[in-house]
């Protein structure tokens, strides 16, 4: 599918991000359709491509508190104009999980958190019905309590909506951003997006490449201009 059939946002954050989990290395980018997450994108805030401030013995074999990892507490921007259509807070923010085995428990109450519904996957997040009416943004995943903005309220593009955090189904803190065409992810479609004007590392050593409008690749470290 071409760029052209996409809605074209902006970079939500500022500063270096890896994408992962990217529709440009498959569709359903999250490996389902559910809650309309089909063309979902993740990005995790990277200093060169370290995630964190350390890596030790909790990194292997243990959990990890959030406030180790550079995504945290970041501002997380609109990518577009457009007006709130739903905020929810106040889902706590998990302990990170780097190592298989603090996954390991994780994974066995996943069914259960498909169960909670839009806060136990989603967590703290907003929704945006864009200006365009190209759609409704979703931004996931956002630390409690950060949340800037409330439901009807007009924001423009860059403007600060919240903070990067591990609400919901999340094992360390990170922005899940997708698109639908309805603000009912119970019944929505996920739609095309792609993202304009930023700069993109496409190899750990290599230079940087500027983008005027496209989708981040897997593990492609991107950055707004």
Known sequence: MSTLDHVALALPFRGTWLAR???????????????????????????????????????????????????????????????????????????????????????????????????????NHVILELESRGGYVVLAHLRAGSIRVGVGESVESGQELGACGNSGNSTQPHLHIQIMDSADAFAARGLPMSFRNYRAWRRPRGAPVVVEHGIPNESEVVEPL
Do not use: C, K, M
Request: cysteine-free.
């Open 21 to 123: 989990n990217s529709p440009a290395r498959h569709v359903p980018s999250h490996g389902t359709h559910l809650f309309a997450t089909t063309y979902g994108i993740d990005f995790i805030a990277v200093n060169g491509r370290r995630t964190a401030t350390t890596r030790d013995w909790r990194a292997l074999l243990s959990t990890e508190p959030v406030d180790r990892f550079f995504a945290f507490g970041q501002p997380i921007l609109a990518p577009a104009a457009g007006t709130v259509v739903s905020v929810h807070d106040g889902e706590a923010d998990h302990v990170a999980r780097r190592s298989q085995l603090a996954l390991v428990p994780y994974a066995l109450t996943q069914a259960a958190r498909v169960r909670g519904g839009a806060g136990a996957i989603a967590g």
